[in-house]
């Protein structure tokens, strides 16, 4: 079964450094996502891509995040400076055209921030 | 807002007894409603998923929710757990197809054997 994966599993980084974080979504898929979950707390969204174009971000996507599709697989999180609070669990998600309520979920990057 | 709540945190069940998951929603109207299961270590795996219809939905893993439009709830129940049932389940909700998913805080279970 086609399945969302996430590399790498966990990065450790220091605060100010960038980070890239890269998810190949299921092939067939259109819709793209970023959530992430801090520790003991709610998966959040952060931001949905379509078509090559953000298509919704939320208020903590901010002008430190940036979303790209470099080829036609991967999917990256870049966080140009990073900082103590973006430690957290990155999950990227993809859905397809036809049935796009349904997101499916990588198993998830572990960033901490040091 | 948009909302999505589980009031229970934490929840251990018998292995072999049933168990029910609770999840309220504060929509407009009635959104998509998903329920997903994280086991340690694991990504976000769809159980089952709920969008117009009958409202008792089956899903993978011998899971069922009902979506109850008057109490605004979509709970999740399994009548026999066992004991790989042990893990973090989350309810969440969409508006539209293609939107962002609001999720709950998450419930985790334990399984006693």
């Known amino acids: 079964e086609p399945e969302v994966t996430q590399t790498p599993s966990h990065q450790v980084t220091q605060m100010g450094q960038e980070v890239i974080l890269r998810c190949v979504p299921i092939?067939?898929?259109?819709?793209f996502y970023w959530y992430r979950q801090i520790l003991g707390q709610k998966v959040e969204f952060l931001v949905s891509?379509?078509?090559?174009?953000?298509?919704?971000k939320s208020e903590i996507f901010d002008d430190q995040f940036s979303v790209e599709r470099p080829d036609g697989s991967n999917f990256t999180l870049k966080i140009r400076s990073t900082k103590l609070e973006d430690s957290a669990m990155y999950f990227c998600?993809?859905?397809?055209?036809?049935?796009?309520?349904?997101?499916?979920f990588g198993p998830g990057t572990r960033l901490l921030v040091l | 807002a948009q909302s999505v709540t589980q009031p229970d945190i934490h929840i251990t069940v018998s292995e072999g007894a049933s168990l029910e998951l609770r999840c309220n929603y504060s929509?407009?109207?009635?959104?998509?409603l998903f329920w997903y299961v994280q086991s340690p270590g694991q990504g976000l795996q769809l159980l089952l998923k709920?969008?117009?219809?009958?409202?008792l939905v089956q899903g993978i893993k011998g899971f069922e929710a009902e979506f109850k439009r008057s109490q605004s709830s979509f709970n999740l129940r399994k009548p026999s757990v066992h004991w790989s049932d042990a893990a973090e389940y989350f309810c969440?909700?969409?508006?539209?197809?293609?939107?962002?998913?609001?999720f709950g805080g998450g419930t985790r279970v334990l399984v006693k054997p």
């Open positions: 929509y407009g109207a009635t959104p998509y």
């Open positions: 092939s067939n898929h259109l819709y």
């Open positions: 891509f379509y078509n090559n174009e953000i298509s919704e």
């Open positions: 969440a909700a969409g508006k539209a197809a293609g939107n962002k998913l609001t």
């Open positions: 709920y969008f117009s219809g009958d409202t």
């Open positions: 998600a993809s859905s397809e055209a036809a049935n796009q309520e349904t997101q499916y």
